[in-house]
């Protein structure tokens, strides 16, 4: 079946710019996250929703940053007056819930943003 | 708070050999460790987790709560073994997730 996608994979943003940034998990899954890689870094995670409750927030840098997930399956993440320390790449991933055996998530391909 | 460390940002290794990548993680309750490998231009994908004690491409780890460590061990490298690969400790309450992964090891086989 289909994976998670995301998109588009590559933006190119001027400083000030707003994006949004697209993820489309795999059907039925509960649990969508947000993270942050910086190159040479782990992911960072940003938030994470259950269905379409935001309900872990805590790791948006700023305030900036604003994701939702209205009806429970696709998900946005949009950056506000993009700064150059925004860049990095942005990786989408899904589960099927939280308890054991659900937790596995599965990633999309990322979204590389380069702010100039 | 959570913390994952790996303390090594490149492993290099020679076919053949014995490989173990190392991971610590700081939590005080009870964890659930996950092992994450990401090939050359490739997505980041589940290696393993600890709950399932298996063993997947020859790799395993054992949890040792007494050390707090999740190492990642094969006995016999192979040169498609080359690639990043993050541990992650998931903790959970109240339907809450928590994910925090370690930085990145890097392993290369060296054939």
């Known amino acids: 079946g289909a994976g998670v996608s995301q998109s588009p994979r590559y933006k190119v943003a001027k400083r000030g710019q707003d994006v949004a940034l697209r993820c489309d998990p795999i059907?039925?899954?509960?649990?969508l996250f947000w993270y942050q890689q910086a190159l040479g870094q782990g992911p960072e995670f940003l938030t994470y929703?259950?269905?379409?409750?935001?309900?872990?927030k805590s790791g948006l840098p700023s305030d900036r940053f604003f994701a939702e997930r209205p009806e429970g399956s696709v998900s946005t993440l949009k950056i506000q007056r993009t700064q150059q320390e925004d860049s990095a790449v942005y990786l989408c991933?899904?589960?099927?819930?939280?308890?054991?055996?659900?937790?596995?998530?599965?990633f999309g391909p990322g979204t590389r943003l380069l702010v100039l | 708070a959570q913390r994952v460390t790996q303390p090594e940002k490149l492993l290099s290794v020679f076919k053949g050999a014995p490989v173990e990548l190392k991971c610590n993680y700081s939590y005080s309750g009870s964890p659930e460790l996950f092992w994450y490998v990401q090939y050359s231009r490739q997505r980041l994908q589940l290696l393993l987790r600890h709950i399932s004690r298996e063993s997947i491409k020859g790799f395993t780890a054992d949890l040792n709560k007494g050390e707090t460590s999740f190492h990642l061990k094969k006995p016999f490298a192979q040169e498609e073994d080359s690639a990043m690969y993050y541990c992650a400790l998931y903790t959970t309450g109240g339907g809450y997730q928590k994910v925090t992964f370690g930085i990145g090891t890097k392993l290369q086989v060296i054939p």
């Open positions: 929703f259950q269905n379409e409750a935001q309900l872990d």
């Open positions: 059907s039925g899954h509960v649990s």
């Open positions: 991933a899904s589960s099927l819930g939280s308890g054991r055996g659900r937790q596995t998530q599965y």
